[in-house]
């Protein structure tokens, strides 16, 4: 059976839930027979890699270690969910401070073992300022790094899906841009509902205001409720879309949904946050969101949240001041 493509992809996180199962959906889209699992915690690292062996996938060459030279070196792709996972009663930006200090280690462990690297997606929270300090620190173009944001979206579909009673691939474009956190900005002026824009049906009997209102707050708190119904945070969803992202980057099928990415343009600069994006061989690039007047306002106000977490961590030394940020990767402008 043929591969996607026969370049090494290196999974960081691979012993935990999220990172088992981005290994598992790597080998089942047949992305590549070049598979290294990389975790620090060597014992359930080997478990999950004999999981993956008694799958029997045929051609697929399944390595794993605990040294992140040799998982590095050679990767040309790179999924990492190397982070601190959310807990009971924690937001997404409440993992600022460790999980800032794991992705610059992350991006120098890229520049020192895989510099020619082609595209890395990062997933850990606060996703985009961990893919942000990824980013200057690996030395690659912005192209090349993007973050997941696309749970947002989908979270967004499948409540409509379940209000209205249809099929989730019924609702189609539904789009939040912005932070993937609690200051997202939910668009409503892209989506469709079994053909039916989503607007036409906002204010009427088969959406009210009130349950449009608290719609998207369910979708904002959409991570939430999953801890709360599983007692532990997302991942088979992360793990899923995150996969297709790095299957887009190898060239394979278009990736449906916003990504996170390095926005420098459009009166958004020098941040990492989804838009809406293309991934291909090339990377990814994006392009200016349109909206009514309340959802561009609405991003704007999520974007003004993300310059604060981005100060926050400046503040912190992990990143140098924005300034200085060209020194530090000369791709970055």
């Known amino acids: 059976m043929e591969f996607l493509t026969n370049e090494k992809l290196t999974i960081v996180g691979a012993a935990g839930m999220i990172g088992s199962n981005m290994a598992q959906t790597a080998a089942m889209m047949r992305l590549t027979p070049n598979i290294c699992l990389y975790d620090p915690f060597a014992p359930a690292l080997e478990g999950v890699a004999e999981e993956m062996f008694h799958c029997a996938f045929e051609g697929v060459n399944i390595t794993f270690t605990s040294d992140i030279k040799e998982a590095f070196t050679d990767a040309k792709y790179i999924i990492s969910s190397g982070g601190a996972a959310r807990k009971a009663g924690m937001t997404r930006e409440d993992l600022l401070k460790g999980n800032a200090a794991i992705a610059e280690q992350l ?17 850990f929270n606060p996703a ?36 209205f009673g249809v099929l989730q691939s019924k609702v189609e474009n539904c789009r939040t841009y912005g932070g993937h956190g609690e200051q997202m900005a939910v668009f409503a002026s892209t989506a469709t509902v079994d053909g039916t824009p989503l607007t036409d049906l906002i204010g009427t009997e088969k959406l009210t205001d009130e349950q449009w209102a608290a719609m998207k707050q369910d979708v904002i ?8 119904l599983r007692g532990r945070s997302s991942f088979q969803s992360p793990s899923y879309v995150s996969v297709e992202m790095i299957r887009a980057a190898m060239g394979g099928e278009s990736f449906r949904w916003p990504a996170g990415t390095y926005v420098h343009s459009d009166g958004f600069d020098h941040i990492m946050m989804a838009m809406e994006t293309e991934i291909t061989k090339d990377g990814v690039t994006y392009k200016a969101v349109n909206g009514t007047p309340e959802e561009v306002a609405n991003l704007q106000a999520s974007y003004k949240h993300l310059c604060a977490l981005r100060d ?14 060209n020194k530090l ?4 402008q």
């Open 312 to 325: 926050e961590v400046i503040e912190m030394g992990v990143l140098p001041p924005v300034e200085e940020w």
């Open 221 to 228: 708190q959409g991570g939430k409720k999953i801890i709360d």
């Open 128 to 163: 985009d300022i961990t893919g942000l300090i990824t980013l200057l620190y690996s030395g690659l173009k912005p192209s090349q790094v993007s973050t997941l944001a696309a749970l947002d979206s989908t979270r967004l579909q499948s409540a409509l899906a379940k209000h």
């Open 107 to 123: 991006g120098k462990d890229i520049k020192a073992y895989c510099p020619d690297a082609k595209h890395v997606v990062v997933i």
């Open 329 to 332: 990767n000369p791709n970055i």
